[in-house]
């Protein structure tokens, strides 16, 4: 529909100082009769390193606010990324009005590497926290993951999944689901469901391997998070090997 009134105003730039910085960004500020808005993108190249922003603010006359504000940080080509290479997404998002609102929101896929923005939803008075990121190591060690913390009215809800890749060495493998929160039905619950794989030796002939498993729900009357109410398990399996003896 269109707005009554609407007015509004974009800033762009850019600069270079002897190719070591390069900036290039911009603005975008508007007042209609029902919000007012701000978004802002840009990104930055410094060195070996590459920087982004982008960012939107609006606010709902008599109902609060919406946005979301990303950064992320890449490393380029060049001699110190055949030692290491790093790269990592932040997101922060708002949503103080009384219902659910569209935003920009992280891409993960199942291994918690950040593809890009997606369209997404935010529930009514919540605010979220979200970060995921890669570190290699020379050419064959990597880690990857990504956590996620939302807090709302109901509660705190965090998610957590990271990977670790050690070649020939061995392997990390963890994921977790964590819930707090309060209503009148259940009182205060918490609940957490998590599995870890860890791996680590010469192949599969030498070393130590393990695996395990936690759920809980302190709920005696609801399930959460996939757990039955009133669950308490934790689940440890392991062993070591050394050539043909385990």
């Given amino acids: 529909t269109m707005e009554a009134f609407s007015i509004g105003v974009i800033l762009e730039g850019s600069f270079d100082i002897f190719g070591l910085v390069s900036f290039d960004g911009g603005m975008r500020m508007e007042v209609t009769s029902s919000r007012a808005e701000v978004e802002v993108w840009g990104s930055m190249d410094f060195l ?3 920087f982004s ?3 939107q603010l609006s606010l709902f006359y008599g109902e ?25 997404s932040f997101q922060f998002e708002i949503n103080t009005t009384d219902t659910a609102r569209s935003i920009q929101v992280l891409d993960v896929d199942e291994s918690g590497i950040v593809k890009g923005l997606k369209e997404g939803e935010i529930a009514a008075e919540t605010v979220r926290v979200a970060m995921g990121g890669s ?12 956590m996620q913390f939302t807090f709302s009215e109901t509660g705190f809800e965090t998610y957590l999944i990271m990977s670790g890749d050690l070649g020939f060495f061995g392997r990390l493998v963890m994921t977790a689901n964590g819930l707090i929160t309060h209503n009148q039905t259940d009182g205060f619950v918490l609940a957490l469901n998590g599995t870890a794989d860890f791996a680590f030796g010469l192949g599969d002939t030498i070393g130590v391997f393990a695996d395990a498993s936690i759920q809980i729900n302190t709920s005696t009357v609801n399930s959460y998070l996939g757990i039955a109410a009133d669950t308490y398990i934790i689940g440890l399996n392991g062993r070591i090997s050394l050539l043909l003896l385990e």
């Fill in 135 to 146: 570190l290699r190591l020379v050419s064959f060690i990597e880690f990857k993951g990504f």
């Fill in 53 to 55: 922003l982008a960012g």
């Fill in 64 to 88: 609060g606010i919406v946005g979301s504000l990303q950064v992320s940080a890449s490393q380029g080509t060049g001699l110190v990324s055949a030692l290491y290479s790093i790269e990592g």
């Fill in 48 to 50: 070996w390193y590459s």
